[in-house]
């Protein structure tokens, strides 16, 4: 069945929020189910062993997108033959790419366990298992990424959807495994991480050769040089940027090490997993409409490409404002319920990261359509940089003192200066103009943002009883929502909300006819 594009982008991004909101729940319960089994100081080294080898698989990131992004702009030009070899070619580029990545930890692994990681004596052969076992861990993620772009660039949101669910529920299988052993729970766990990676790539890879095996798939034989050879310059570039966001996070779980030891990140640990699952509303929808943002790019509608831009950035903010400023507020009590026994300084680290990547959500969209574009040298290099000034910034800070939340106080302000600097690129690499972007994104969210500030402040400052948070929650939402409809939208998007719900009201009717006809 054909479908417009918009229709196409409101179910696939239903799907995703269907998923979302299952997958979360299982995360956060698996989270508090391997806090409980391995303890703070097991659970902070975890965090921190996944931490560094995760700093060295920024190819992952790089490479997929890099992959989806030229599928889906010649999927806008209808190009089928091309498709094919861009498939056929990202798998030899990724499978290199995953035993480059898998000898370059290997090594790394040689000095990282003599005094580099602040690692209790006792527990350093177990963090050692852990680190080989994820090292392979990380090679079946890598492989598995360009079936995984495939699907989402054909928008097949459903398949990929069901494919997360599946492995997020394998994920709590193995946490809960861990409940019922007595042995060395972190290293039975280390251990388990490859087995639940190759699951998810044996999962991909066959719904890929079921769904588009006429179609898509050729033969493995098709290398084609010149075409690696673009995959590969413009994934350079998205490889530089991945590198310089994840040696920024890694880079301040390091030094918190450092400084004030493994425990410290556990809490580090729990503030970006919350600032994860939160992000997932917004990276769903940003998830759902980047095929669309390539696809115009590549069918030479510029103007479609920067209007979808702004949009992801705008819904981008406010689905997790939806959800985080209401969580900061009532941070204390969200985390005594849910860990129950709530490491020192998680509460601010939660805070902290969470309004970062607020910020961070008002030019999300830019990224895309600077993507879309191909020219992305300038921007990878010049907002990587900024990146990275977070982590001497930091070290400064600590050295002289300060305590622990400083460095992602500096994390926020660092995030600031890269909006700025992205929506200066986007004017002038894709053309876009400040003054629409200020008239539709951020003078649209002035209003919607410090209604639920208010919101949230006036509930947490006049109110004080048993699951307060509810009340919080559901104010700030109400209100938010409110405000986000009266000021937070554009005259045509009013529009575009008006025809959804007409069409999924008469799809609902046309059910209930068709049900009451059986």
């Not at 200066?417 to 053309?431: N, S």
């Not at 994104?441 to 006049?462: D, N, Q």
Request: with cysteine; hydrophobic share 55%.
């Amino acid at each position: 069945m054909n479908m417009k594009p918009a229709d196409r982008v409101v179910i696939n991004t239903g799907i995703q929020y269907a998923r979302v909101f299952i997958t979360m729940g299982i995360s956060l319960y698996s989270m508090r189910l391997l806090l409980h089994a391995l303890g703070a100081e097991d659970y902070g080294i975890f965090n921190l062993v996944a931490g560094v080898i995760s700093m060295f698989a920024f190819f992952n990131t790089a490479i997929a997108t890099s992959t989806q992004r030229f599928l889906s702009f010649h999927h806008g030009k209808e190009d089928a033959e091309l498709q094919k070899k861009i498939f056929n070619n990202s798998i030899w580029l990724h499978l290199l790419a995953g035993i480059l990545v898998a000898i370059a930890l290997e090594f790394a692994g040689l000095f990282l366990f003599t005094g580099f990681l602040n690692i209790p004596a006792d527990r350093v052969v177990a963090a050692k298992v852990v680190y080989h076992s994820i090292c392979i861990a990380i090679f079946f993620s890598i492989i598995s990424m360009p079936f995984t772009s495939l699907l989402v660039a054909r928008e097949n949101i459903l398949w990929v959807a069901l494919l997360n669910t599946i492995e997020i529920i394998l994920k709590l299988f193995a946490a809960l495994l861990l409940m019922v052993i007595d042995k060395d729970r972190l290293l039975i766990y280390g251990l388990l991480m490859p087995v639940l990676s190759l699951c998810s790539f044996l999962l991909n890879a066959a719904c890929c050769f079921k769904k588009y095996n006429a179609r898509v798939f050729p033969s493995l034989n098709g290398y084609d040089r010149g075409l690696i050879k673009e995959l590969t310059s413009f994934a350079g570039w998205n490889l530089f940027g991945s590198l310089c966001s994840t040696a920024r996070y890694e880079g301040l779980a390091i030094l918190l090490n450092l400084f004030f030891g493994a425990v410290i990140n556990a809490a580090f640990g729990i503030a970006n997993q919350v600032a994860a699952q939160l992000s997932f509303f917004s990276a769903t929808m940003l998830r759902t409409i980047n095929p669309q943002i390539m696809k115009s790019e590549g069918a030479n509608d510029r103007k479609r490409m920067l209007r979808l831009s702004m949009t992801a950035s705008k819904f981008g903010f406010y689905l997790l404002a939806f959800f985080a400023v209401p969580c900061v507020f009532e941070m204390p009590a969200i985390l005594g319920i849910w860990l129950k026994n709530v490491p020192d300084n998680t509460v601010i680290f939660c805070s902290l990261v969470l309004v970062g990547t607020l910020v961070n959500q008002l030019t999300i969209g830019l990224e895309a359509a600077l993507q879309a574009t191909g020219k992305v040298k300038v921007y990878q290099l010049v907002v990587g940089l900024l990146l990275l000034c977070n982590i001497p910034l930091a070290y400064i800070l600590l050295q002289n003192g300060f305590p622990a939340y400083t460095a992602l106080v500096c994390y926020a302000v660092i995030e600031l200066l890269a909006c700025g600097t992205r929506l200066y690129l986007a004017k002038k690499i894709a053309g876009l103009s400040v003054r629409e972007y200020f008239y539709r994104v951020l003078a649209r969210e002035i209003i919607p943002l410090a209604s639920i500030i208010i919101t949230g402040f006036l509930v947490t400052h006049y109110m004080n009883f048993a699951y307060r948070f509810l009340l919080t929650g559901m104010a700030s939402v109400t209100v938010f929502s409110i405000s986000i409809y009266l000021a937070g939208l554009c005259g045509d998007e009013k529009i575009i909300l008006h025809q959804i719900f007409d069409t999924f009201t008469k799809r609902l009717r046309w059910q209930k006819s068709r049900s009451f006809k059986k």
